[in-house]
């Protein structure tokens, strides 16, 4: 059964740093491109970060390149976002999310709110 469990969520200040973490299950972990997804109220969900299978790169949104640093480990069937200079825009659901090198399979978590307000 494949299991995707986000956490690290929660309420910061503008300027501050959080990190989310998901760890996963039931499937291949270290085959797989692992990404962090985001849906803001009343908006569509958007790509964040990816980090593809080798964990020797990693693929960032615009709006989060320089801010947000996404890592895995693959030892540990873990991926990670690192969230810096948050900012009341970067507020939402985010989601983990695995998907297959030929994209035949695509695993969602159930969401981590992050909220940045002070």
């Known amino acids: 059964q494949v299991q995707l469990v986000e956490s690290g969520g929660g309420l910061v200040q503008p300027g501050k740093s959080l990190t989310l973490s998901c760890e996963a299950s039931?499937?291949?972990?270290?085959?797989?491109?692992m990404s962090w997804y985001r849906q803001a109220p009343g908006k569509e969900r958007e790509l964040v970060a990816t980090?593809?299978?080798?964990?020797?790169?990693?693929n960032y949104a615009d709006s989060v390149k320089g801010r947000f640093t996404v890592s895995r480990d693959n030892a540990y069937n873990a991926v990670y976002l690192q969230m810096n200079s948050l900012t009341p825009e970067d507020t939402a659901v985010y989601f983990c999310n695995a998907r297959s090198p030929r994209g035949e399979y695509d695993y969602w978590g159930q969401g981590t709110q992050v909220t940045v307000s002070s």
């Open positions: 980090s593809t299978p080798a964990a020797g790169s990693a």
């Open positions: 039931g499937f291949t972990f270290s085959a797989y491109y």
